[in-house]
């Protein structure tokens, strides 16, 4: 028997733990869906408190109804859902990826598969009301997208030489009811399944099988936004989260295993000779892509479980899920990079900026105090080549830093960093994810800025930690209004500071005021400067 949870095992675990909004009032898929949900990432929402959507009586634009209900935000409107799907801890989610990483499951292949208690192939899969048209796909970004299309995809493809299976997530938008066109980025550091599309071409193939999976266990729909190295299988990986092999099973037309607990497989061949138009839809780098040639997909067959859920994920202007499901994943792969293939103990953190910049163009790391100069660059350059299209702006910063504030990056940038000093440029970028793709050569820069402390710095001026927790207890029984804490919210020492001020301090908070004025009049002195600095014995 499986340990792991399927999607709709995590969607009870979901509700258990207050986490699912179920919405039971009639839903256009095509208009309302994805607008509803959008307001917990715009309307002022902390993160802690989204929540994900179950839409359970969904029609489309032209008031079809569909049996099957939808869910958007179910893998990871916020980092807690995320961690639901991880079976761990917020805290633990690093440490989970490096083992899986480090130890490979390999899939069990089953025979008897809940993903394919239903198939539909031939005629089911054309005309009005079959094939694709059975499924509530909503819209993502109405008024712009033009087209129906899957997001909480993992599509899988296999390597024609080594056999090795890719899962990504790449969208695909209906065109028909048995066909889609699927969109694989084709930049550096982009899909892996747009490598295995060319070595097909390579050989001359005119088509590549292909399996969009969606509504996966969550260990393995995690798989599909990570970025792993070319060439590893995911499902082994996603063992590995598990701690037990995930049940896999032949798909019915295509030369591909596909895990057995999935909700749906859209099983096809993908043409290798033409390609189609497809978007505008709204994409994760927070514009929208406007139309372009893509990849048809020929449906050979629909198969799903009984009763199914659809995924779609809410991607688009981040914050959004697409944001977190990534940033989650790639924040430890980038520290790990960094400390045990680089070995630079000094990195304690990396955090990829998520507001509207959408992780890819702004990585923050943080120093320990006492790296080396050496190591705090050879991480802003790992950090900065570590993928190809990610870490644009690269800035380290100390440990007291509170990356998720960009007022205290700005504060280290302004106090700390010499820019004649401690930044460098270089060129030799691609354009990488974003509204402006490379023509004719063109190409964007690197910024690396090293805003860590060069050296000790008088404390923060706020007053200390006992005195603020104080304040707020009395602050809390005079019934003002509740209070968010951002750090930093209480001063610190940052190193230039001496005993003999911190008892100066005690003595004036006891009203002892005047004896630190008979101290400082024995250390009177003439001739010197007003502002001359005194350091006491
Ligand atoms: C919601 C969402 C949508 C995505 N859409 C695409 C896409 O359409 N095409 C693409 O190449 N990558 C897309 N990505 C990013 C890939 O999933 C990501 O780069 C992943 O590492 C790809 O896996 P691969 O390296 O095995 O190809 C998307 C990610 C998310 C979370």
Redesign the pocket.
């Known amino acids: 028997m499986r340990r792991y949870r399927d999607f709709q095992q995590h969607l009870d675990e979901l509700k258990a733990r207050g986490l699912l909004q179920i919405v039971d009032r009639p839903i256009d898929k095509d208009s309302e869906m994805h607008p509803l949900v959008r307001w917990q990432f715009v309307g002022g929402i902390p993160e802690a408190e989204r929540k994900a959507f179950l839409f359970t009586n969904v029609h489309d634009g032209r008031g079809r109804k569909f049996d099957m209900p939808v869910a958007v935000g179910a893998m990871a409107a916020n980092r807690e859902i995320y961690s639901v799907g991880m079976d761990t801890a917020l805290e633990n989610i690093a440490a989970k990826w490096d083992a899986a990483i480090a130890n490979p499951i390999p899939p069990r292949m089953v025979t008897d598969a809940l993903c394919q208690e239903v198939v539909l192939t031939g005629d089911a899969l054309h005309g009005e009301g079959n094939g694709l048209d059975r499924l509530p796909i909503p819209i993502s970004t109405p008024g712009f997208d033009s087209a129906p299309t899957l ?1 909480a995809t993992n599509v899988i493809t296999k390597d024609p030489e080594t056999g090795v299976q ?6 695909a938008a209906l065109k028909a009811t048995d066909r889609l066109v699927v ?3 084709t930049r550096a550091g ?4 747009y490598q295995h599309y060319l070595k097909h071409q390579k050989r001359g193939d005119k088509e590549m099988p292909c399996a969009i999976v969606l509504g996966c266990p969550p260990y393995v729909a995690f798989m ?4 792993l190295p070319i060439g590893v299988d995911e499902l082994t990986v996603a063992g590995g989260l598990a701690g037990e092999p995930i049940n896999a099973v032949k798909a019915k037309t295509v030369d591909l295993i596909v895990p057995a607990e999935a909700e749906i497989v859209i099983e096809g061949i993908i043409d290798t000779e033409y390609v189609e138009p497809e978007a505008p839809f709204g994409e ?1 780098h927070g514009h929208v892509a406007l139309e372009e040639y893509n990849m048809p997909m020929r449906i050979t067959a629909i198969t799903y479980r009984k009763h199914p859920v659809i995924a779609s ?1 809410i ?1 688009q202007v981040t914050p959004s899920e ?1 944001s977190v ?2 940033r989650v994943a790639y924040e430890p792969v980038f520290l790990h990079h960094l400390r045990e293939e680089l070995g630079i103990k000094g990195v304690t953190r990396v955090s990829l900026h998520e507001p509207l910049t959408s992780l890819l163009r702004v990585a923050i790391i943080v120093i320990a105090k006492g790296t080396s100069k050496d190591d705090i660059w050879k991480a802003l350059h790992g950090t900065a080549f570590y993928r190809a299209d990610s870490g644009k702006i690269c800035i380290a910063v100390s440990e007291d830093i509170d990356t998720e504030n960009m007022d205290a990056v700005f504060w280290a940038m302004s106090y700390r960093m010499n820019p004649t000093t401690d930044i460098k440029i270089v060129g030799g970028r691609g354009m990488g994810h974003g509204p402006v793709r490379e023509r004719d050569g063109e190409e964007d820069g690197t910024l690396m800025m090293d805003a860590t402390m060069k050296a000790d710095l008088p404390p923060l001026a706020l007053p200390k930690r006992e005195y603020m927790e104080h304040a707020k207890t009395i602050w809390e029984e005079l019934g003002l209004p509740h209070l968010t804490p951002r750090p930093p919210w209480h001063g610190y020492s940052l190193g230039d500071w001496l005993p003999q001020w911190d008892d100066a301090a005690l003595r004036a908070v006891k009203g002892l005021y005047e004896e630190n004025g008979r101290i400082s009049e024995t250390q009177r002195a003439k001739g010197l400067k007003p502002e001359t600095k005194f350091r006491p014995e």
């Open positions: 997001t890719n899962m990504g997530t790449y969208r969109r694989m980025a982009g899909a892996g399944g599909g936004p990570q970025k994760s994920y991607s697409s499901i990534k």
